[in-house]
């Protein structure tokens, strides 16, 4: 399309501009009325002013918000205990947990019981969901069944935040850390984990997914049935849903602050051994090898200039061996010898 340009009267295209800028002034302040709304606003003055002369109108477009985002994104973070698992109600009562507690949500999501020794009540506000928060510190692991019948084995220093019950036509928490989760199976209900970089939507299958904030990388993993990844790439004009669909024994691989997954072939009982009290570790880095003892036995590494930690390395421990017998396998594996310096809870390896 040709335009002439010259046509267009500079008090026209004036009084254009105005009018655009005038209505850009009440969308902002839409925006900060509106705390708990995304709004997605493109184009710089001249880009929009073209826009406008050559007849082209473009509709700002809103990022929905569920009741779930805005628990998280307006809740206070909170901290790991240094060495309780805790369940914090929607009252923010906190429960201290004691090692191995499974815990049960009934299905109306009215109580939930801890083990076989303890039962919490919890009475839902009349038409509005209630989210409770379930933080694992570092060298530990739990259980919870949540209302719809769905398992989810939560892994050493991760947080999960969900309802008490799922209503409306989906399912979905919110995941920081690595879950595991054995999704009881809805054709009309979708299952949603979501993390800060990106969603896994699922009907019913048993997947891992990893999501630490320090790491840079988000991993799903499926066992089996089949789970589908995704991620907002932000626009000019509005997001656009990036997506893959996995099979059982894949990888997706999510890299931080960059575009589209990495699919891998996974090997799943490695991925998993953690659910059973034990970790598997087939040709990695030490590096990764270390950041997951890390988090499994609440330690810190030290390691000399000499070892070379691109280096691969393969073996298994047990969540429950002690901490010293941890120094010794890892003497074996990498052939450097390791030692505790307990009084600064650190693994040194020369």
């Known amino acids: 399309m040709n335009i002439n340009f010259d046509k267009i009267s500079q008090q026209n295209l004036q009084k254009s501009k105005d009018n655009i800028f005038k209505k850009i002034d009440l969308l902002r302040k839409e925006e900060r009325r509106l705390l708990r709304r995304k709004r997605i606003y493109s184009g710089v003055a001249a880009s929009v002013v073209f826009l406008i002369v050559t007849g082209l109108l473009y509709d700002f477009k809103t990022t929905s918000v569920s ?30 947990l004691e090692d191995s507690t499974k815990i049960t949500y009934s299905a109306s999501g009215n109580s939930v019981r801890l083990s076989s020794r303890a039962q919490v009540s919890e009475i839902n506000t009349e038409n509005k969901i209630s989210f409770n928060t379930l933080t694992v510190p570092y060298g530990k692991n739990t259980e919870i069944q949540l209302a719809d019948g769905s398992k989810v084995w939560l892994n050493a220093g991760s947080k999960l935040i969900y309802p008490n019950k799922f209503d409306g036509d ?58 589908r990844v995704s991620y907002l790439e932000e626009g000019i004009f509005g997001n656009k849903k990036i997506q893959e669909d996995l099979s059982p024994g894949n990888k997706a691989i999510f890299y931080k602050g960059k575009t589209g997954f990495d699919l ?37 590494f ?20 002690d901490i010293l017998n941890v120094t010794k396998i890892l003497t074996s594996i990498t052939d450097h010898y390791c030692y505790l310096d307990a009084e600064n809870q650190t693994i040194i390896i020369e």
């Open 67 to 96: 009741a779930l985002d805005e628990f998280v994104e307006t809740s206070i973070p909170e901290s790991l205990s240094n060495d309780k698992v805790e369940l914090i109600l929607s009252s923010n009562e906190k429960v201290e």
């Open 170 to 227: 989906h399912r979905e928490v919110y995941l920081e850390g690595e879950a595991i989760f054995d999704v009881s199976h809805s054709d009309k209900k979708p299952f949603l984990v979501k993390t800060k970089a990106c969603v896994v939507e699922v009907l019913g299958t048993l997947f891992d997914v990893k999501s630490y904030k320090e790491d840079d990388v988000v991993e799903t993993t499926l066992a089996r049935g089949k789970v």
């Open 264 to 300: 891998e072939t996974a090997d799943v009982s490695a991925t998993m051994s953690w659910r059973d009290g034990y970790i598997v570790f087939k040709s990695e880095p030490l590096d990764e090898i270390l950041d997951k003892l890390s988090r499994y036995y609440n330690v810190k």
């Open 302 to 321: 030290y390691t000399s200039g000499i070892i070379n930690e691109d280096a691969r390395y393969s073996g298994s421990f047990y969540l429950n061996d």
